[in-house]
């Protein structure tokens, strides 16, 4: 069974920074892109970055300059570095990712089971 388990998350006051972590485990055969997306109650879950296998980035309009994405494929760990926060990037954090079960299969598509973000002081 494939789990994403995202980790780091909590209060941190305006302006400060958080790094989450997102560790991906089970029966896997490659991990291809992976992202972290957040949700805020009533409203659409929204992509804030995203990683290729090949380590290209591409981040929300709202969060670039602030936030940078990485990933340590030896780990099967994907992390988002989350500097000069802002009350409105307060919302559930989710971990994405899209990944091959058996050699030859089709892309499979899983989520971490989300973390709270708040920046509030």
């Known amino acids: 069974q494939v789990q994403l388990v995202e980790s780091g998350g909590g209060l941190v006051q305006p302006g400060g920074s958080l790094r989450l972590s997102c560790v991906v485990s089970g029966s896997i055969f490659r991990i291809s892109d992976m992202g972290w997306y957040r949700q805020v109650s009533g409203k659409e879950r929204e992509l804030v970055a995203g990683i290729t296998s090949g380590g290209g980035t591409n981040y929300a309009d709202s969060v670039k300059g602030r936030f940078t994405i990485s990933r340590d494929n030896a780990k099967n760990t994907v992390y988002l570095q989350m500097n000069s926060l802002k009350p409105e990037d307060t919302a559930v954090y989710y971990c994405?990712?899209?990944?091959?079960?058996?050699?030859?299969?089709?892309?499979?598509?899983?989520w971490g089971q989300g973390t709270q973000i708040t920046v509030s002081s």
């Open positions: 994405n990712a899209d990944l091959l079960r058996w050699p030859g299969s089709t892309r499979s598509n899983y």
